[in-house]
């Protein structure tokens, strides 16, 4: 059994900050590149961030409408990927979704996705 669990979704006010988490089980954590998607109401889904590992040294892509704001991570050891997102805005407000990538030889899996609302 594969799941990817996320936490840490919800309300804030615009210049606040949220801390995503998704713990995966059922996967051998460390192969896998990690990312964080969302969707927007009557839009689709785009990509937040990814994260690879590399040895020593983590890959990370951003969107460059979070650039400067959102920083991805992992913690390999815990089998979880994280989305710190600081000065949050109303334009971030989506489900936010965890993914696994897969390759010619894994599959995609997706978290559930959890709500974040920024909001006065």
């Known amino acids: 059994q594969v799941q990817l669990v996320e936490s840490g979704g919800g309300l804030v006010q615009p210049g606040g900050s949220l801390r995503l988490a998704c713990t995966a089980s059922?996967?051998?954590?460390?192969?896998?590149?990690m990312g964080w998607y969302r969707q927007a109401p009557g839009k689709q889904r785009e990509l937040v961030a990814t994260?690879?590992?590399?040895?020593?040294?983590?890959?990370?892509n951003y969107a460059d409408s979070v650039k400067g704001r959102f920083t991805i991570s992992r913690d390999d050891a815990k089998n979880t990927v994280y989305l710190q997102m600081n000065s949050l805005k109303p334009e971030d407000t989506a489900v936010y979704y965890c993914?696994?990538?897969?390759?010619?030889?894994?599959?995609?899996?997706w978290g559930q996705g959890t709500q974040v609302t920024v909001s006065s």
């Open positions: 059922g996967i051998m954590f460390s192969i896998y590149t």
């Open positions: 994260i690879t590992r590399g040895g020593s040294i983590n890959y990370v």
């Open positions: 993914k696994a990538e897969g390759t010619r030889d894994r599959r995609d899996y």
